[in-house]
């Protein structure tokens, strides 16, 4: 049985409608929504990291090349820096960090481009005019890309933190220890805002896009599981008896078809399959002389006494119709189906006893039992007619008692011990 919804996700539900019609922005979310998020985007924020942290890596050599070029005699201290910042950072970030810690990796990422950055700087106020642009430029263009890459793993408000992070360091730098010159460093700060700020804006645009994405989706993950949920709580109620809570003649017919008839396992072709009718005794009667309401009380008592002897772990219990149940077991031992149809017999039986005679129940049951062996492949139409034979023999005996019917005795000589038409046959 399917579980309830609960009113947590009725209320996630509807946070989702809400912040899709409004468009309501990421801070406006709930907590437990920014949480769903958070765990809905784990892994591709997770791989977005590791790229970005590749990437500055990649850059952070290739940019040990122009220094090389630029500043032969300063070399040193570019290894120096890279060692001492870069290249732990990418091997904590590669190698250490794990998806659960996406936090780590975001400052591990921020704080190696930043790296990138600051020594740029630091070492464009110790080249040639010419040279300076370019290391400055190359800084601000690194501010750029790295916005804008790092739109999918960065909310709105961790990027907008990163890239103000960026420029303050870098500008820091650029004006301690070697201090640019005033033009260049203005020029620098400019071009940096105007590069930073539109990034940025990008950026949170297409975040705003994915959030939307990951809420759409949220939204048809729920449709469909709701819609899963009605499916099976409509084929529960289809194969239910509203009255005895038992399985009705449809489910059983398929659940025994699964389980007692798909024998194709060599385990389960050993021992028998057991079929068994059961009927209460002179029930019309009952009802007759005590009433509808007291006919459905009883009919009910009846199914959670036999459902309180029934193995339902390994058999199938269901109402066939009115006053019939109908089971079906497979027996772990010889003798034990025939056992087992005398226990529900007498449970029937001590279900409502008078008080001053209790020698006469007032519901006795009859019990037609159908034996096969596992391996002999009968339908299971044939080991409900066998079981209807042998039940119509228990009526024919006195009722309150147990018939069997064995299918390797032939199921031609089983069901001709009884003279009459099985479609004769009258209950009572």
Request: with cysteine; charged share 25%; glycine share 6%.
């Amino acid at each position: 049985m399917s579980q309830e919804p609960s009113p947590h996700s009725f209320a996630l539900r509807e946070e989702i409608d809400l912040a899709l019609a409004t468009r309501s922005d990421y801070a406006a979310w709930s907590p437990a929504l920014k949480a769903l998020e958070e765990e809905y985007s784990r892994n591709r924020v997770y791989e977005g990291l590791r790229f970005q942290i590749l990437f500055a890596l990649a850059i952070s050599l290739c940019a040990l090349l122009f220094d090389a070029f630029a500043l032969p005699d300063m070399i040193h201290v570019a290894l120096l820096w890279r060692s001492a910042t870069i290249v732990p950072l990418a091997v904590a970030g590669l190698f250490l960090l794990r998806k659960h810690q996406v936090g780590q990796m975001k400052l591990v990422a921020a704080g190696a481009l930043i790296s990138i950055g600051m020594l740029a700087m630091y070492f464009a106020s110790f080249v040639t005019s010419e040279a300076m642009a370019r290391y400055t430029l190359a800084t601000t263009f690194l501010l750029g890309i790295s916005c804008l890459g790092l739109a999918l793993p960065f909310r709105p408000d961790e990027l907008k933190r990163y890239a103000l992070a960026f420029a303050l360091a870098t500008s820091a730098v650029a004006m301690w220890p070697h201090a640019l010159p005033p033009l260049e460093l203005g020029l620098y700060i400019v071009i940096t805002s105007l590069v930073g700020i539109p990034a940025w804006a990008i950026a949170r645009r297409s975040w705003q896009l994915n959030a939307r994405s990951f809420l759409l989706d949220q939204r048809d993950e729920m449709t469909r599981i709701e819609l899963e949920r009605n499916n099976q709580l409509l084929r529960q109620l289809s194969e239910q008896d509203p009255l005895t809570g038992l399985p009705n003649r449809r489910k059983f017919e398929r659940v025994v078809s699964e389980r007692l008839r798909g024998l194709s396992s060599s385990r389960g072709k050993h021992g028998k399959l057991a079929v068994m009718m059961i009927d209460l005794d002179h029930f019309k009667a009952f009802n007759d002389r005590h009433g509808h309401q007291a006919g459905d009380r009883c009919l009910a008592l009846a199914a959670a006494q036999l459902m309180a002897v029934f193995p339902s772990r390994y058999g199938v219990l269901a109402r066939y119709g009115g006053e019939e149940f109908i089971a079906a077991v497979r027996e772990r031992h010889p003798g034990e189906a025939r056992e087992l149809a005398e226990e529900m017999r007498a449970a029937i039986a001590a279900m409502l006893v008078p008080v001053r005679d209790d020698s006469k129940p007032l519901i006795t049951t009859s019990i037609g039992l159908a034996l096969a062996p596992a391996n002999r492949r009968l339908d299971l139409e044939d080991m409900i007619e066998m079981a209807d034979v042998a039940l119509y023999s228990a009526k024919r005996a006195g009722r309150d008692r147990v018939e069997v019917i064995e299918a390797d005795e032939g199921l031609g000589a089983g069901i001709d011990r009884i003279s009459e038409d099985p479609r004769d046959r009258r209950r009572a």
